[in-house]
């Protein structure tokens, strides 16, 4: 901090710099970041549950009129209802999207471990919530339960996802979102080694930087720049003029 850091000892100073840098360069082993990974899919991907469940509830049913044995048909042709259900699972899983990935990097700011975790855990978690919501949807044969409702009765349709490409779009949203956040925010450690850089000209004169080499040395009397001459003042009025020799050729270098 600013005003801390004129009672900071040179050497406090370059054992606190030395700290921030380690800290800020500490990367993951193999075994950490496979934890981090899994540990960040597996919770992403529970969040499928509460998907389904939400696209169950606030999805429309699209009614279908019952012929019987014959099968059935839509109630009203020109309804938008089927297409509502897929704004319902897109706008659900892009929530589930900005949710996890702002979790998954509070949880670990960066790495390709906790990115890769992410993506895998949102995909899962789309798959969860789209066959969870079918299944607690009306039952998906549609002949046995028009045979069982009766000739000319209306019920519902099964819960259909009529757009494959809407289960990309958590996993697309988790991984710009925090991509972003990585891109913008800076961990601890990082921030902290910035400040004391921002320090370090408040210190070097004390405590030089380590990568610097040794000061130059002082130019040898012999080989330093000779001084250009300097013009001769006139001699005072009424002086003589042998008391103020002038130089010669050779003396002034000419």
């Known amino acids: 901090m600013p005003g801390q850091s004129a009672s900071v000892l040179p050497g406090a100073y370059a054992a606190a710099l030395q700290e921030a840098t380690a800290k800020a ?21 529970l969040l499928g ?9 606030l999805a429309p049913a699209v009614p279908l009129y019952s012929l019987g044995a014959d099968g059935a048909v ?18 659900l899983a892009a929530a589930a999207g900005l949710v996890s990935g702002c979790a998954a990097h509070w949880y670990r700011r960066r790495g390709a471990a906790a990115v890769l975790g992410l993506a895998v855990g949102s995909l899962l978690g789309s798959l969860l919530g789209w066959r969870l919501g079918v299944l607690l949807g009306p039952g998906t044969d549609v002949a046995a339960r028009a045979a069982e409702v009766g000739e000319g009765e209306l019920f519902d349709a099964p819960l ?32 902290e080694l910035r400040r004391l850089l921002a320090e370090w000209p408040e210190h070097a004169a004390e405590h030089p930087a380590p990568w610097a080499g040794p000061a130059p040395e002082a130019p040898h009397p012999a080989t330093a720049a ?6 001769e003042a006139p001699p005072p009025p009424g ?13 002034s270098g000419t």
Do not use: M
């Open 25 to 45: 360069s500490r990367r993951d082993t193999p075994a950490q970041a496979l934890r981090t990974g899994g540990v960040i899919a597996g919770a992403v991907a």
């Open 49 to 57: 549950l509460l998907l389904g469940v939400a696209w169950w509830w």
């Open 74 to 91: 839509g109630a009203d042709p020109e309804s938008e209802r089927a297409i509502a259900q897929d704004g319902w699972f897109v706008l």
């Open 160 to 191: 259909e996802l009529h757009a494959p490409g809407a289960l990309l779009i958590w996993p697309a949203i988790a991984v710009v979102a925090f991509l972003i956040l990585t891109a913008v925010l800076l961990e601890p450690e990082e921030a």
């Open 226 to 231: 000779p001084s250009p001459p300097t013009s």
């Open 239 to 251: 002086a003589s003029p042998s008391a103020f020799p002038r130089k010669t050729d050779e003396q």
